[in-house]
């Protein structure tokens, strides 16, 4: 793999988009060439452009570059969206009809039939949906999605459960981090020394997206998994990193050693040598008060998920808590390892109509 | 009713001991005269012996009050005790055995057999336990607790729907706020920013409480709820104010306005003029992002709990939230509206050895 | 007094308005009949615009209340303003021409020639100014400003130094809670364990009218004091209550009794039965880690101001801690206490063309 | 220079003493082969005894390494000391005269005449004191101090204007990190929703040692510089950096662009190739709201220091905000930067009695 893919990015200026650029600087196979954004923000230098709010610097090549129209035209084959949903439903489709691959972090296309939702440890078959989108044949483009912030480090603690286990009863309260909704989304009059138990639209996203992403390709589609689930969600103050009580009811009864064992051996990606997936994608806290946002969010690089105090539970069978970083493994993150998956598996080598110059 | 009830506090210093003296300074029937803690703190004036930690001036009478030592010799013979665990084992039984009236906040005794567990406007019969202490028969003093913080506020909203529909499981998720903990219970580098998803013993006081409280008093003993319960305990970085995400399932279906009826008439002292009970017990709040712990935990003067976001659950039948203030309804205030109903009952016209000068 | 002034808010959905709104409940003199905010808001009842954003509830009847639109028709003679200062620029002379007393909270016209700027415990004969104004004859109309929220806690600790030691020099460092910059203003992901040390032109603002407020009013017009003064302005993760560190040099030498007494003795509006004015409008604490926003803003209602932590200065001559509520002392109550002065003074007794209905 | 220096910790299991393990893993120069720490911990796995509550996993061999006692018996003979005041007192001449180099965090010693107080960049000269300390001649062993962690922002940004504009006097307000005070040293209910505007000893200790760390070497002993200073140290709710608004009178006249000069070329150490010095030990930032301590505080590895908002002070000449990182560069990291120095000196060169295996 001598020379990088070129990447654009669409919603650069953005809280994820930025961490989009944080992620990609120094990416073995990805470079960004192309940056997008609102009307307001095209034309001019991203540093100009953008109030970058991380904690390292901004890279000084991405500083200088000019901030593009959200158009295919001379945009990379390759695009990481990070749209609100509603702006995503319009703009994605484009992108993809005009030979781009759209590796999609936001809500819109996520429970289209034909678009796959798709966690690389999880369900990597998934992505052969895209071949049921009609922009595959037109012009090779197409879209593919990774789950809310919030779903994401449920079904990673849950799969290597299922598998071995069943589940059949899934009960998730989460305490979620302010990033989660984007630079402006949470004032601080709301959430300091306070505690929102709302975020719209998120309890449906999370409940529907963990079905969809444990269900089953077949044929032409997915079938969720046929198990009950219910979220509870809930906004606190905290930086990054979303934290979730978790119950669930199994359909074999497991001993804890052996939730312990199948989270301990869930390696899926092992020997893909993804620069993104984290060694171990579930991490164990044997302390009894972890894990913590604070000091558990960046395992893995931000990429794993943390669980811990398995227990009992005295409705469903047992319950535990489990942590995952929300603007890398539950947004740009999920979205460059699905595109590294894509990159190993062929899906990136597009010769679509708009993307000339990639 | 002339002359005022005369008051100890047991553990004065503390974070519900001061909360004590807050919400009886101006009391109609008790007049706090006696102020105990440990013997770093004994013959010091309060105000010296205190770190005084509320929002409103420590009362000028109560700053000049010199600290006795903790023994029931000159103590009245009505107590409210606010003492952790261990020291409150010990301590308690000997007030009560002196004759005193003991009304403790400390999880001690809580789950004894003979010991009422007591909320006002949920269990007022549960009280009938006092005369199962040998110290009643023998000085005729007593012990009575309240539950604990994070039970209170779940335990009130769900009597009323126990009541009419039956309960069958329960889930409880809970967000609970620093002072909790006392004062120096959660070190600020383990909550900045943070999620504790861990208190040590509270989900199992938890589950066992609420089931003691929703119990029925049959002879000489409380028969718990047969119901199944669940609690996940986490602390977040609030000030005062738990917030609790619950699910429950029902033994009789019942409506969404059923449920919310159950809650609007659950008015059980209506017109027993206890000076610290709410007119509204169980506050609905109607907006889709409430309660929330810093606007509404002052509701009824911090002892009305407030429920929101009634809707069904994918697991369980119906979820909401719950917001009590711990440490009024849920500590100082829950204690002093036992004492209250103990008033009203004649149960604190004690003939006690030790509590002559009350 | 038999019947109360009738009371308009303009911008009253905004978090100064709310607090207009919870302040002047059960006003002795003054009631709110007249609701107005932006455009987008016009026509609906007010709990219906509003997000109220207070821990005591919406009084039921300014729910009902329909907001108007921002005009002078219709509008009562007394206006408690609460517009960002771009919109009181060209909105507060519209009111005052149409013969309304706009008793305003914006920095629009603070430093106008012919605006009083007021703290009644300061410089209540600046209010000579209105006569200053063209408004007041042609219409009786007039305005009256009351200074920034970080300038009014600094100016009440200096005056009574400045009295009887004269001022030479003044050196202020600010740590502004949030509640400051309105519901919006600040956004959680920039202020959760964080500071930001930059607060738009508040630097200016806090030393310019801290010098205009020290002035002497001379004739047509008011001579500031002649000190030097520099502002550092920061923001920080509190809710509510600004907290300052101050240095001053004096122009004559005092001992720390002196400027205690000083402090302790600063009552001048004794006698005047003003209701929103604090017994003692400064209040000292001796503890060394006092005054602290959380446990000291709510002194006098929210309306005294608290000093602590007085001692000897490194370069200038003392230095001492100042805390004040800033949207109660340092906004809504700000103005509602300018109102008062101005009742006391007959100065409300306008025949406004507008005002037909007051 | 081959094999490592041997490096043991006094104190390893308290904050500071993490942050020694974690900066020190990977280390080029130094490997710790000793912890030690109260006797309470003596004796057990590192991992059991030290409640670790940085972000970063504990280090493997770290973790398994058994807590030593604090005597200098056995312990290597570099010695990173991060002990509380008091036990440094007592504790670090032992070691120094068991012929070790204590290298201290600590204020036990910081202004006594014979012990440099250094920070490389700005005083390195001043290391010449441990020739006075009697330990030297008799063991070989010495200590050396670092500044408190309020004082090393300040000085990192006085020192290049001190250097070529003189400084007469000095103001600086800090907003201070919880974790300045050790894990348990701020309660989160003194702290959430507040400021604290009080730090035992604080203003004196960043007083004495700023004009100490700016002093003159002469001979056998250090001459302060003659300035005026004053602090005023204040707590916020931030979990790591402090932050300080700063003023100051200049002997000579200096332009702006002067004195972004001259924090641009500060680099005295640059071409020592000191493992732990940032290349920019002063970083500029142009943003009118910056820096702040969540986004700055990490830059060249928590070792620079950053500065902002230079603008003219209406009460001496200049006024900016600086900002470090108060348990890196004001703590472990400034201990690692001295111990470097001291090694590229030859100094750590010891043959001293207790340090035999080393």
């Known amino acids: 793999m001598k020379s990088k893919y070129s990447i654009g990015i669409l919603g650069a200026t953005g809280a994820v988009g930025q961490r989009f650029i944080q992620l990609l600087e120094n990416h073995p196979w990805f470079e960004v060439t192309w940056l997008a954004a609102s009307d307001r923000s095209s034309g001019k230098p991203y540093a100009e452009a953008c109030k970058w709010r991380l904690g390292t610097p901004l890279p000084e090549r991405i500083a200088r570059m000019t901030v593009s129209p959200a158009e295919p035209e001379g945009a990379p084959k390759i695009i990481f969206a990070a749209l609100d949903a509603a702006i995503a439903r319009e703009m994605e489709p484009k992108f993809a009809d005009a030979g781009c691959a759209v590796v999609s972090n936001s809500s819109a296309y996520r429970m289209a039939a034909n678009v796959p939702l798709v966690i690389p440890e999880i369900n990597a078959d998934h992505l052969h949906l895209i071949e049921e ?146 060694d171990q994608p579930i991490e164990w806290t044997p ?41 890398i493994r539950g947004a740009a993150g999920a979205a460059i390892l699905n595109a590294e998956l894509l990159a190993s598996l062929g899906k990136l080598e597009l010769v679509g109509a708009a993307a000339a110059h990639a």
């Open 287 to 327: 302390q009894p008060d972890r894990p913590q946002p604070r000091l558990d969010r960046n395992r893995g690089n931000g990429m794993a998920v943390t669980v811990g105090r398995l227990r009992p539970c005295g409705v469903l069978d047992w319950k535990f808590t489990v942590l995952s970083h929300n603007t």
């Open 133 to 278: 989108q009609p922009s595959r044949r037109d012009s090779g483009g197409y879209m593919v999605t990774n789950p809310n912030c919030s779903t994401i480090g449920l079904v990673m603690a849950l799969k290597p459960i299922e598998e071995r286990f069943g589940i059949e009863q899934i009960f998730a309260a989460t305490m979620q981090a302010v990033s989660g909704a984007g630079y402006l989304g949470v004032p601080s009059m709301d959430i300091l020394g306070n505690v929102i138990p709302y975020i719209a639209s998120e309890e449906e996203k999370m409940e529907a997206e963990t079905l969809k992403l444990l269900g089953r390709l077949e044929g032409h589609t997915v079938t969720p998994l046929s198990a009950k689930v219910t979220a509870h969600c809930n906004r606190v103050a905290v930086e990054d990193g979303h934290t979730e009580s978790v119950s669930i009811k199994l359909k074999r009864p497991a001993r804890r050693e052996e939730i312990l064992a199948a989270w301990a051996e869930f390696r899926p990606l092992a020997g893909q040598d993804l620069p993104t997936a984290p």
